[in-house]
């Protein structure tokens, strides 16, 4: 039955682009979770940031594939400023205090952000290269989310490299693990704290830019991304790629088909069975082995 | 003597390190038992497995005849194995009697209770007041636990699982940091004030251990090397080795 | 604080004396809130229990009264007895939910199970009026007297938050109590010593959900209006703030943040048109300059004024 398997090979797809975007979201926020123990909430703002860069970018005429590469470079340049200030005095102060901080930052980012950029919904006015449709199984598909899912693979398989192979990457892997014993290596962590930092910011502000074709911009939608991030990194567990990856794809899976199935109600279900999920294995997926005494 | 305390093939390792291999040895009612070894010997790993922090791997842990198999802490506290830990678990910013209180009121049923609460506090602080009283800390009840000094605050450590009348008690190093007197005091309220609760003590003082434990148990590398008396340990050509190393003839 | 209860009383009577109607619905709303604040405070500060999902607990029972009563009118004591249940039962979902993970999980668990009821209230049109919330409610009333008055529903508010602050207190003070501020300062002996952290938690967090049940049940009556941001994540966050701003620990900075909080909300959105950026600022400074909130400033200049006259 071609029309089914047309169908199914459709969704499946949406979810694959949809999890493209949630892995490079939720990157830096697992990666800052777990390393820097610290919870920030301004996440999603460097997300919409991204976006609205991206659209002003490809809305000026200029090579619409440096739109990307500019809203990490503005995303990222948002997340060294912060860390500089106030960020760093937080890291040692308990999660109450950074929820707090880093909330109430996003709420002054999101309504300058509605002031600069407005309040209605803005779409990307997407090259020419990244329009139109392809046909796979005779279900038409937008050319854009194969890009999207063709960087989210990119940019993942650059990461993971960058992680497991570089020496940098160990350095990370390290002190994730046991920051102290980095330092008695005479390794300045606070300078791999602000890489970090910078980095899960210009993540964040790319995915919002390849985003912005999928999802647009307004305001409310950093809320929305955020809650989002949250989500696939409890799913998917703290501390390693692989568990982001998992969150992803099982978060981007379970709403794309939840729309399909119970499109009133797509979020809760969604959320229901993320529950479940965690009831089973309430640290996540890939949980990291944890020693309590 | 019965055993209150039955290790059989224990067993544990994380991920490539072993840190318990095939541990067994026996604690009878009442008995103290001293568990010595060099660092890394595994001792607070048997801890955590025998009270139920840690699963083994292998082996078989039996408390009054009962597999303890699968079963979480708080079950095992109930049937009568308490522990302590390293550090000393206490609350800074509770007075000493309450710290006590609070044991007393889970031992008397009374831990979850919110009608007639006032009733189990003050009968709570009745009985921890008679605990301190025997430990000859009566005169600090009221003095909030952070400014004792770091003696008295491992006592009351120490007093906190003794009010709930365990059968058996495992301390995991509680003189460190003690003074000879401090210790020979702990151990005396111990041996003398809670002479039905076993002991399954670990101390790097070998005078202490030797000096209040009927056995000994002596662990290296997660092992059971040696089993006896103090005066048979102390002898032991083994034991010797593992804590000072072959240089002496 | 025993001297606190009468002076509170007298303030009290003294403002449904004077005020105006807006006023006092407006003292109402930061009374009815102070109790969810209280409420929480329960958690984060005697637990340890960080949630960013209360408001779901509290925006639930509003929306069970407010439900209840446009088909069975708006008797208080079915309102009150909808609101607790509701919250108790919400609280119980969460629970299960929440407890079962570390701290951190903890956070953002709860944010999520309260979405989840965002999503109910935001998407069921036909039962909770969708984005447009519920309005039209009929009013309060007991027995065959009518509760809709603005000074009646000020006293009720304040009955309730006398009633709910004497409850946490005998909480907190008995053994139950005792038990939930030891999980949070040492767990682990805590569990050494045979407490089971979950039944503790648990405990605190059904407590918590009837009080501020008890509380949400009569806050669709203060302005006949219920809508779906009262359960927003946002809204759970807000109500962190406001006990931080009062102070975590003391039970009565709940109603202080309260008032500070909602205070400036509604001065601000009146005075221009950035007030969230504004009330974001709000958040930012009062961790980066009062982490330790009001309360505990006023606490701390009592024991410089008793050393003074001692």
């Not at chain 2, 005169?139 to 009348?165: F, K, N, Q, W, Y």
Request: with cysteine; glycine share 12%; proline share 4%.
């Amino acid at each position: 039955m071609p029309d089914l398997a047309g169908y199914a090979a459709i969704q499946a797809l949406n979810a694959l682009s949809f999890s493209a975007l949630l892995l490079l979201n939720g990157l830096g926020l697992s990666v800052v979770l777990s390393l820097m123990n610290f919870v920030n909430l301004t996440h999603g703002s460097f997300y919409l940031l991204g976006s609205y860069v991206a659209i002003v970018w490809l809305g000026a005429g200029a090579p619409w594939w440096l739109a990307f590469p500019a809203a990490f470079v503005a995303a990222g340049l948002a997340g060294g400023l912060l860390e500089r200030f106030p960020f760093r005095q937080f890291y040692a102060r308990t999660h109450l205090m950074q929820v707090l901080l880093t909330y109430g930052l996003s709420l002054i980012f999101a309504d300058l952000m509605r002031w600069g950029f407005g309040a209605q919904i803005l779409t990307p006015e997407l090259p020419p290269a990244l329009q139109g449709v392809v046909f796979i199984l005779d279900m038409p598909f937008p050319v854009f989310r194969l890009f999207l899912i063709g960087a989210g693979i990119v940019l993942g398989l650059a990461l993971w490299l960058l992680l497991d192979r570089t020496l940098w990457g160990a350095v990370l892997r390290a002190a994730v693990t046991d920051r102290g014993i980095v330092e008695t290596l005479g390794i300045d962590t606070r300078r791999v704290f602000t890489l970090v930092l910078v980095l899960s910011a210009g993540l964040g502000g790319l995915s919002g830019a390849l985003g912005a074709g999928m999802l647009a911009a307004y305001p409310g939608l950093d809320e929305e991304v955020l809650l989002l991030a949250l989500v696939t990194v409890v799913v998917g567990g703290l501390g390693s790629f692989g568990g982001t990856v998992a969150g992803a794809l099982v978060v981007g899976f379970a709403l794309t088909l939840s729309k399909v199935w119970v499109p009133e109600f797509a979020n809760l279900a969604a959320f229901a069975a993320l529950v479940l999920l965690l009831l089973i294995r309430p640290s996540g997926l890939v949980a990291p082995p944890l020693r309590r005494i | 003597m019965t055993a209150i305390l039955e290790l059989r093939g224990v067993s544990r390792r994380f991920g490539a390190f072993t840190a318990l291999d095939d541990v067994g040895f026996d604690v009878g009612e009442g008995e103290a038992v001293g568990l010595i070894g060099p660092n890394g010997a595994g001792k607070t790993t048997l801890f955590n497995v025998v009270t139920g922090f840690l699963r083994p791997d292998a082996g078989s842990i039996r408390f009054a005849g009962t597999p303890m198999d699968g079963m979480a802490p708080a079950r095992r506290v109930a049937r009568g194995l308490a522990r302590t830990f390293q550090t000393a678990m206490v609350f800074p910013g509770l007075t000493v009697r309450e710290n006590i209180a609070m044991a007393v009121r889970q031992h008397g049923g009374n831990g979850l209770r919110w009608f007639g609460g006032t009733r189990a506090n003050a009968a709570a602080a009745e009985a921890a007041r008679r605990l301190l009283e025997q430990a000859g800390l009566g005169h600090r009840a009221d003095t909030p636990l952070r400014d004792l000094s770091h003696g008295e605050r491992r006592i009351v450590d120490a007093l906190m699982p003794l009010a709930l009348s365990p059968r058996l008690l495992l301390l995991d190093e509680p003189t460190a940091g003690l003074t000879r007197a401090e210790s020979d005091r702990l151990l005396g309220i111990l041996r003398r004030n809670h002479a039905d609760t076993a002991l399954l003590l670990v101390a790097h003082d070998i005078d202490i251990v030797f000096g209040h434990c009927d056995r000994v148990v002596v662990m290296e590398l997660g092992r059971v090397i040696r089993i006896g008396t103090p005066a048979e340990v102390r002898e032991d050509a083994e034991v010797r080795r593992a804590y000072l190393g072959t240089a002496a003839g | 604080m025993t001297r606190i209860a009468p002076a509170a009383a007298l303030l009290a009577v003294a403002a449904a004396l004077v005020a105006d109607d807006f006023l006092l619905r407006f003292l109402a709303e930061i009374l009815l809130i102070g109790v969810a604040v209280m409420s929480l405070d329960l958690l984060i500060g005697f637990g340890g229990l960080v949630s960013l999902g209360h408001a779901a607990l509290f925006g639930g029972a509003a929306y069970a009264a407010a439900i209840v009563a446009r088909h069975a009118g708006g008797d208080l004591l079915l309102m009150l007895g909808t609101g607790i249940a509701t919250g108790m039962a919400l609280a119980a979902l969460m629970g299960v939910v929440v407890l079962r993970s570390g701290h951190l999980f903890l956070l953002i668990l709860t944010l999520l199970t309260g979405q989840m009821v965002w999503e109910v209230a935001f998407h069921w049109r036909e039962v909770t009026g969708g984005a447009d919330g519920l309005r039209g409610l009929p009013g309060l009333s007991f027995g065959p007297w009518a509760l809709s008055g603005a000074r009646v529903l000020f006293l009720l508010a304040a009955l309730l938050a006398v009633a709910a602050y004497g409850i946490a207190r005998s909480f907190v003070a008995a053994p139950v109590g005792r038990a939930l501020i030891g999980t949070r300062e040492q767990p682990i002996r805590m569990s050494a010593l045979g407490y089971s952290l979950f039944a503790v938690r648990f405990r605190a967090l059904l407590l918590a959900g009837a009080l501020a049940g008890a509380a949400g049940a009569l806050f669709p009556f203060v302005n006949l209006y219920v809508g779906p941001q009262s359960v927003h994540w946002t809204q759970s966050a807000a109500m962190v703030i406001m006990l931080v701003i009062g102070g975590i620990g003391s039970l009565w900075g709940a109603f202080i943040g309260s008032a500070v909080y909602l205070g400036i909300q509604t001065y601000l959105s009146a005075w221009t048109d950035r007030w969230q950026l504004c009330v974001g600022l709000v958040f930012v400074l009062t961790v980066l300059l009062l982490p330790d909130g009001i309360a505990s400033g006023l606490g701390m200049l009592r024991g410089r004024l008793r050393r003074r006259t001692a």
